[in-house]
C-alpha cells in the first residue's frame, strides 16, 4: 500500500505499482519484488512528474511545488521548464531547490564577519541546494535522461555525480489493449517493505501487460535485471540486511488473474440537474464487491535466486518451489486472490458533505499458505483442538482500509491504512499502520482530475501531485 496512491482501484488487476515518493526527483521508487508479488513494474496510467509541474505552474498558478523527504534533502521545491521543439516532441528541465540547505547556507554566510562576495561563490552555492533533470518527450513514447546532481566535498569543490534513466511506454497496435513499458535505470531506486530506499547501480526492465479487458482477464509478464551491490538510499544501512531479491541476476515473472464485480446497490437518479458533480467517477451512490483470483509463477537466474531458501512464508507453503543453488536457479508458483468492498453515499455535487467513500481490501497473496492454514484450522475445530497462533497468521489477509469525506466544495479529505491482525500480540492484537493522510482538490472542468497532497506520517514524507481518472 504505502504511498502508492492509487487507492482502492486499479482496474487491470491486483498488480503492485510503483511508490509514489519524494526522495526522487521523478517522483517515484519500484517496490522490491518478492514472490509471488509484487510483479514490480506495472503502473497503470500515470502523467510523469515532469508534466505534472508543467500543469501546476500553467493552469494552477503554482511557481514552486513543494515536496518534505525526512531521509532526503528535507523541504525541497520543484519547478520545470518545458520547451516544445517540434511536433510531439518536448524537452524538460526539472529543477529542485534543497530549501533547508539553502537556509543553512544562508545562515553560514550571515554569521561570517569576514567580508566576502557573495557573487564570487554564488554558483558554487546553487550547486550545493540545486540538482537538475532533463527530460525527452514525444506524444507515444517517454525517454528521460540525465538527471546531474553535484555535492560539495571537504575541500569546498563540487563533485558532479551522473544519474540516468531511460524509459519507455508503447502502444501496442498489433495487440490491441497491451500496455509494453521498457526502462532501464542508473542507479534503480527501490523500497522495500519496511520503507527503505535501496539503489541499484543498475536495473533493466521489460513489461508487458493487458488493459481494460472487458472480460475481466488480465495477465502480466515481467523481465528483471539487476546489476552491481545494492546500497542504501543515503548509506545508513548494513550490508548484510540488503533484500536478496535486489542482488545481481535476472528474473522472469508471469502472472494471469480474472475479475469479477457485482454491483449491490447502485443508484443513478436524485442528481441535481444541469450540475456536473466535481468528479464524475465518483457521482454515483453504490455499494460493491470485487473479487480477483490469479496465479503468478517467477524463476530466476543468479544471485537473486537465494530468497527462495530464505523467505518463511514460502518455506511452509505448499507452493510450488525449486531451488538449486549450485547453478543459482529458483522457480516459484502460487495462488493469490483479493476481495475489495466499496461504499459511497452522495453524488459529489453539493457545497457540503455531499460524499462519503469507504472502502476495504482483503488481499491473499500466497493462496497455498491461505488453504493449508485454513485445512489446518478446519481440523482443529472438527477434533475440539485449541488453534495454533501460527496458523491463525497463515490465514488473516493483509488489510487495507480508506475513507474519503467531501469537507466543502470541490476539497476532500482522505486516509488510507493498513490494517495488520496479529494474534501473537495480546497487546496489539488489531494494528493500524502505515496511514497516508491527503487532501484531493477536484479539478471539475477536467471532469475526473485531481490535485492531491498527501503526508505519509511513519516515513515521514509529503508530496504534491496530479492524478487523472481514479478513485
Request: aromatic share 10%; hydrophobic share 40%.
Amino acid at each position: 500500500m504505502l504511498r502508492r496512491m492509487r487507492w482502492m482501484a486499479d482496474g487491470d488487476g491486483r498488480w503492485e505499482l510503483d511508490v509514489e515518493t519524494p526522495a526522487a526527483m521523478e517522483g517515484a521508487a519500484r517496490p522490491v519484488p518478492g514472490d509471488p508479488l509484487p510483479l514490480g513494474l506495472s503502473r497503470g496510467p500515470r502523467v510523469t512528474r515532469t508534466k505534472q509541474l508543467d500543469f501546476l505552474h500553467r493552469f494552477m498558478a503554482s511557481p514552486l511545488v513543494p515536496s518534505f523527504s525526512a531521509s532526503g534533502a528535507g523541504l525541497s521545491v520543484h519547478h520545470a521548464h518545458l520547451v516544445h521543439l517540434a511536433h510531439n516532441w518536448s524537452f524538460t528541465i526539472l529543477e529542485q531547490l534543497h530549501v533547508q540547505k539553502l537556509v543553512a547556507v544562508v545562515k553560514e554566510k550571515l554569521s561570517n564577519r569576514q567580508d566576502v562576495s557573495w557573487s564570487n561563490d554564488i554558483k558554487r552555492h546553487l550547486h550545493d541546494v540545486m540538482c537538475r533533470h532533463r527530460t525527452l518527450d514525444y506524444t507515444r513514447y517517454h525517454i528521460a535522461t540525465g538527471a546531474v546532481q553535484s555535492e560539495e566535498g571537504g575541500s569546498g569543490q563540487s563533485n558532479i555525480s551522473t544519474q540516468g534513466k531511460l524509459s519507455g511506454y508503447f502502444l501496442c497496435y498489433l495487440l490491441p489493449h497491451q500496455n509494453i513499458t521498457l526502462e532501464a535505470s542508473w542507479p534503480g531506486l527501490f523500497i522495500d517493505k519496511k520503507g527503505v530506499y535501496w539503489d541499484v547501480p543498475l536495473s533493466l526492465s521489460a513489461d508487458l501487460a493487458s488493459v481494460g479487458s472487458k472480460s475481466g482477464l488480465s495477465y502480466h509478464v515481467l523481465l528483471q535485471q539487476n546489476s552491481g551491490e545494492p546500497k542504501c538510499f543515503g548509506g545508513g544501512e548494513e550490508t548484510s540486511d540488503v533484500p536478496v531479491a535486489l542482488l545481481p541476476g535476472l528474473c522472469a515473472k508471469a502472472a494471469v488473474s480474472i475479475k469479477k464485480s457485482i454491483d449491490v446497490w447502485r443508484k443513478k437518479e436524485d442528481k441535481l440537474k444541469n450540475v456536473q458533480p466535481y468528479d464524475l467517477f465518483l457521482s454515483e451512490p453504490h455499494v460493491s464487491f470485487t473479487g480477483i483470483i490469479g496465479a503468478v509463477a517467477s524463476g530466476s537466474f543468479g544471485d537473486c535466486s537465494k530468497r527462495m531458501s530464505m523467505q518463511n512464508e514460502i518455506q511452509k507453503s505448499n507452493a510450488f518451489k525449486y531451488f538449486d543453488e549450485r547453478n543459482k536457479f529458483a522457480a516459484f508458483a502460487d495462488l493469490f486472490a483479493s476481495v475489495n468492498f466499496t461504499a459511497q453515499h452522495g453524488n459529489f455535487q453539493r457545497l457540503l458533505l455531499d460524499l462519503t467513500r469507504v472502502s476495504a481490501r482483503l488481499d491473499i497473496s500466497s493462496g497455498s499458505l491461505f488453504l493449508r492454514g485454513a485445512s489446518q484450522l478446519a481440523q482443529d475445530f472438527f477434533f475440539s483442538r485449541r488453534p495454533d497462533l501460527e496458523t491463525f497468521c497463515d490465514v488473516c489477509p493483509d488489510v487495507i482500509v480508506s475513507l474519503q469525506q467531501q469537507i466543502v466544495g470541490p476539497f476532500s479529505f482522505r486516509v488510507e491504512s493498513a490494517v495488520t491482525i496479529d494474534p501473537k500480540k495480546q497487546d496489539h492484537y488489531v494494528r493500524v499502520d502505515d496511514s497516508v493522510f491527503a487532501i484531493d482538490w477536484a479539478l471539475k472542468v477536467l471532469g475526473s482530475a485531481k490535485a492531491t497532497a498527501w503526508y505519509s506520517p511513519k516515513h515521514q514524507e509529503a508530496m504534491v501531485e496530479l492524478r487523472f481518472f481514479e478513485t
